[in-house]
T-cell receptor, first 114, second 113 residues
């Protein structure tokens, strides 16, 4: 089945710097890649997603890139702010692993220092 | 207001005592899912449902049951809870596959002693 690896597990940056979180997936048939943000004590919330027919998607300060050949995708956050501090999860969904199961990475704790 | 609700939010129970965690959504979503979240392991899908009376196993279904008798409700049942099921549980619903626009409930923190 699908396996998603996420790196780094923790990331500390200064306010205003960029942050990049990387994920790799194992199933070449995976076709949907969402990113979730989870603030302390809160529920995960979708922040951006990308489908396999698109190489890059941007939404203000966040962007996701997808390299299907290498089977990896990344979250880019520019001009980081303290409110970006949270745990970020990537995920991949494949039609091969049953009916569109969704497999998550283990999360990246991002700390943005003022 | 569009939302996913779960009850209870916190539960402490003993090994072997059957329990049900309820989940309800008011967005008319067809797809619903249960996840457990454990430190260092991220979110793992327990069961999911594509529509009324249609459910399938996720990655960690052992020890859990679900039912989907109505579109809005998707309860999670632990018939004989064990300490290794101590976890934070999230219910979620989605407008369509593959899990686009997935909304999560507030979570249920379960402790099994």
């Amino acid at each position: 089945g699908e396996n998603v690896e996420q790196h780094p597990s923790t990331l500390s940056v200064q306010e205003g710097d960029s942050a990049v979180i990387k994920c790799t997936y194992s199933d070449s048939a995976s076709n949907y890649f969402p990113w979730y943000k989870q603030e302390l004590g809160k529920r995960p919330q979708l922040i951006i997603d990308i489908r396999s027919n698109v190489g890059e998607k941007k939404d203000q300060r966040i962007a996701v890139t997808l390299n299907k050949t290498a089977k990896h995708f990344s979250l880019h956050i520019t001009e980081t702010q303290p409110e970006d501090s949270a745990v970020y999860f990537c995920a991949a969904s494949s039609p091969n692993t049953g009916f569109q199961k969704l497999v998550f990475g283990t999360g990246t704790r991002l700390l943005v220092s003022p | 207001e569009a939302q996913v609700t779960q009850n209870p939010r916190y539960l402490i129970t003993v090994t072997g005592k059957k329990l049900t965690v309820t989940c309800s959504q008011n967005m008319n979503h067809e797809y619903m899912s249960w996840y457990r979240q454990d430190p260092g392991l991220g979110l793992r899908q327990i069961y999911y449902s594509m529509n009324v009376e249609v459910t399938d196993k996720g990655d960690v279904p052992e020890g859990y049951k679900v039912s989907r008798k109505e579109k809005r409700n998707f309860p999670l049942i632990l018939e004989s809870p064990s300490p290794n099921q101590t976890s934070l549980y999230f219910c979620a619903s989605s407008l369509s596959t593959p899990w686009r626009e997935q909304y999560f409930g507030p979570g249920t923190r379960l402790t099994v002693t």
